[in-house]
């Protein structure tokens, strides 16, 4: 009789679990737990991106799976659904969590993530000289051709998240200088940010030279590294030529530098990150308004760039200026930011 009364009680037990299972309703602690793995998913992929663990192209094909499962979530979320609908998710997320710790294993090779920002701008440019008829339409077909064949050699080198050797990765560069050369040889559209920032740097050592704020010393130290700077620009622009890539880059890190320096030694502060970051928090205020962010979206976002609006507090705190790699590494972390948001958008 015993074993009857415990053998009901068993199956009723086992009934009342299942059918808790099968009926429809809210799971906020199953919600609670995918939005928490979903916010330590996005910092492991923003953490891989900064340390060079991870790729470009890696975090972004990592954040697309995300935004996928973010989506089913939102669309789950407050509502009542079966309990093995959440229970997928939570696989999904476990699944993707599992798939970034393995590619965030150390490695030697990490990727230089230009190769896939420069196509795209590549893109763009090919597209508007399209759209305001710099480009003639047989221009615009080969250029278009050619970023194509680009694009297809870089894409298989990286398929099945494989990673370029060295000799690929100079391979396409090379193929993307020659061909961005080719395009602002085309459209006359020269980079105009170089030419103005030594103009702009002057105006402010002959500032610094009026105001007193540079003594001797400092102003001829600046005026002659501007000087050597204009030099090679002038030489690498001689005759009508551009610029490489490379010699491009090369003259803008050394007036990042030039600049900073400048602006430890007058104290006046960049202005650029903390435009950037009131200009960030408009968009991210848009989205929430126009509903074009889902609540879990905006509370990501609005995360972040409370993160980095933190640091950049600290580093500036008591009036002091960023170094130079601090400055740096809050700019990649704007772009990273302003890179998702427009995904999104």
Not at 112 to 132: F, K, L, S
Not at 144 to 155: A, E, F, K, P, V
Not at 208 to 234: A, C, H, P, V
Request: glycine content about 6%; some cysteine; hydrophobic content about 30%.
């Amino acid at each position: 009789m015993k074993k009857y009364i415990l053998l009901s009680v068993v199956t009723i037990f086992g009934l009342a679990l299942f059918s808790g299972c099968a009926i429809m309703h809210t799971w906020p602690d199953d919600e609670r737990n995918a939005e928490h793995k979903m916010v330590v998913i996005q910092e492991k992929i923003g953490d891989g991106l900064k340390t060079g663990a991870l790729t470009l192209d890696q975090s972004q094909m990592f954040l697309t799976k995300l935004k996928g499962i973010r989506k089913d979530y939102t669309a789950l979320k407050d509502r009542s659904v079966y309990r093995n609908e959440w229970e997928s998710i939570d696989e999904r997320l476990d699944a993707l969590g599992e798939e970034i710790n393995r590619a965030l294993v150390p490695t030697t090779r990490i990727e230089e993530p230009r190769i896939g920002d420069r196509i795209v701008t590549v893109q763009r440019r090919i597209d508007d000289g399209r759209a305001n008829k710099s480009l003639s339409l047989t221009e615009e077909r080969d250029f278009q051709s050619r970023l194509n064949t680009i694009r297809r050699d870089y894409m298989r080198m990286t398929e099945g998240g494989r990673y370029p050797t060295r000799e690929e990765g100079a391979d396409i560069t090379r193929k993307l200088d020659l061909l961005e050369t080719d395009l602002n040889r085309t459209t006359r559209i020269e980079e105009p940010r170089i030419g103005d920032r030594i103009v702009a740097l002057q105006r402010r050592i002959d500032d610094g030279r009026g105001s007193k704020r540079l003594s001797l010393t400092e102003e001829r130290d600046f005026q002659s590294r501007l000087d050597t700077i204009r030099r090679d620009y002038m030489r690498m622009t001689e005759g009508g030529r551009y610029p490489t890539h490379e010699e491009g880059a090369d003259i803008t890190r050394k007036l990042d530098l030039l600049e900073t320096d400048l602006n430890r030694t007058t104290r006046i502060e960049e202005p650029r990150n903390g435009d950037r970051m009131d200009a960030l928090q408009r968009r991210i205020d848009d989205g929430r308004s126009s509903k074009r962010l889902s609540l879990a979206e905006e509370r990501d976002f609005q995360s972040r760039l409370d993160t980095i609006r933190r640091d950049y507090l600290r580093m500036t705190e008591g009036g002091r200026y960023p170094t130079h790699e601090e400055g740096s590494d809050i700019s990649r972390r704007l772009d990273s930011l302003e890179l998702d948001l427009n995904r999104l958008w």
